[in-house]
């Protein structure tokens, strides 16, 4: 198709303009000022909204196996949500059990997003135990593009590797030229901890914090850190949560240590108040690293609008209350996540850009461009640039509301920024040049979506 959007202003790669963008196919043709829409090219008026180039959220479980249970996402409903909040691409984390091959994985996660997702997808390949099958699947599937590879400091018994297999993974990633991205935690630490609390009687999710605290994400962080400097490979922290993991990571750059940052959209604007609330009401807010106090936040936002912290995420995993309610007699079988693909997008503008904290710039790269620089999709995603992918979003910043499950399209029976006051919606949103969403709405083509190889 042909789409012609007039009279907006584009904010792409540290500027901004006023111009028009032509979109022919699935591709950005032409922009400028006064252009001309071809005959039979659909006409979009963008007068007092801004232009994004589509944005990326690096980090998302839509399908999860986890303590028993599953993320109630399918790609389908994930990816609709996703395109509603103004996401056009997401990496997921694929993620099987150490007790299954790799192989098996990679085809079991492939296969659910193939033909079902509705925006454009890729995977970091999670490595949850190390074998000779294992290192030939990521050769590979690196060879194939799936260029990021994930390992978790955590989840003993179930994701978790150990530093034998952490410096292997290291080590391939950095011949291979892959990313390797970490859950950083001490999973030791965290299990010791756990028992501890649990023996003294203290099982409700208000435990959850204290027994994976600050200091041991930090521990974790610099341990991965180091790991990254022995073996020359690109580390990427995920889900960073608070100032002394941040200490951590910026020291390794300091020494040269080639090291990305991620924090996530939850501990930037919740607190760990609101897992300190009784029962499920608290283990609605349960994930890990878990919310923090709220004296991280100036340090985390500060960071993010200098680039010392590279991207915002979601780490998306919705579980429902029913499914947090298996945690009722202690808070370590409380399944960990929140939903929160849909309102990324709209919480970091509010709270970022509306509120203060970043310049629109820093926002854009932050949710979009520098995921695809570090990730190897740019510029093809991340850029309005002529020859890119037309993943655009017009956005409203006059829009005002309240984030709510009842009006939230997430496969989740809460929001956990029920309430939450926001400052701009997109309006529309399109996928390689088709319409995906118009008016908060998808009108798109469901499945249309593709498997990025990078």
């Known amino acids: 198709m042909t789409l012609l959007i007039k009279n907006g202003e584009i904010v792409s790669d540290g500027k901004r303009h006023k111009a028009d963008v032509l979109v022919e196919g699935e591709q950005i043709s032409q922009i400028g000022e006064n252009l001309s829409a071809p005959a039979g090219a659909t006409v979009i008026d963008a007068s007092g909204k ?6 990326i959220d690096p980090h998302v479980h839509i399908h999860l196996p986890f303590m028993g249970t599953f993320a109630k996402d399918t790609h389908a409903t994930g990816s609709v949500t996703a395109l509603i909040g103004g996401t056009t691409t997401y990496i997921e984390m694929l993620a099987p059990a150490g007790s299954e091959k790799l192989r098996d994985g990679w085809e079991h996660w492939n296969g659910l997003a193939s033909g079902n997702s509705a925006c454009d997808y890729t995977f970091h390949i999670g490595v949850t135990r ?22 978790f400091l955590a989840y003993k018994g179930a994701f978790g590797i150990d530093d034998q297999a952490l410096y292997q993974v290291c080590k391939l990633a950095a011949e291979l030229g892959v990313v390797v991205t970490a859950h950083c935690e001490n999973a030791d630490l965290v299990a010791e901890l756990q028992q501890k609390l649990l023996s003294e009687g203290k099982t409700g999710p208000e435990w959850h914090e204290p027994s994976r605290p600050e200091s041991v994400e930090a521990e974790g962080t610099a341990h991965f850190a180091t790991f990254i400097e022995m073996t020359g490979a690109h580390g990427y922290v995920v889900h960073l949560s ?43 807010y349960v994930m890990s690293p878990p919310l923090r106090d709220k004296g991280n936040q100036p340090r985390l936002w500060a960071a993010l609008e200098s680039g010392e912290i590279d991207t915002v995420a979601t780490d998306h995993c919705p579980f429902d209350i029913e499914q947090k309610h298996l945690g009722d007699r202690q808070f370590t079988q409380i399944p960990n996540g929140i939903p929160a693909i849909e309102d990324r997008v709209n919480l970091l503008y509010t709270y970022g850009v ?60 809460y929001s ?6 926001i400052d701009g919606k997109p309006e529309v949103v399109t996928v390689r040049g088709e319409v995906a969403v118009q008016g908060g709405q998808f009108v798109g083509t469901p499945g249309r979506g593709r498997l990025l190889r990078r």
């Open 354 to 413: 509306s509120r203060g904290k970043l310049s629109l710039e820093r926002f854009v790269d932050a949710a979009s461009t520098r995921t695809a620089q570090i990730f190897g999709l740019y510029p093809r995603k991340g850029t309005v640039q002529v020859g890119s992918d037309a993943d655009l979003v017009i956005y409203d910043p006059g829009y005002r509301g309240t984030i709510s499950a009842a009006t939230s399209h997430v496969n989740n029976d």
């Open 130 to 151: 190390w074998d000779a099958e294992t290192e030939q699947t990521l050769r590979e599937l690196a060879g194939q593009g799936m260029k990021s590879f994930k390992v």
């Open 50 to 55: 801004y232009i994004f180039p589509g944005f």
């Open 242 to 284: 608070n100032a002394r993991a941040l200490d951590a990571a910026l020291d390794a750059k300091k020494r040269g240590v080639k090291l990305d940052i991620e924090v996530v959209i939850p501990h930037l604007t919740l607190d760990k108040t609101y897992a300190e609330r009784p029962g499920v009401e608290g283990a609605k």
């Open 416 to 421: 956990g920024f029920e309430g939450v006051e």
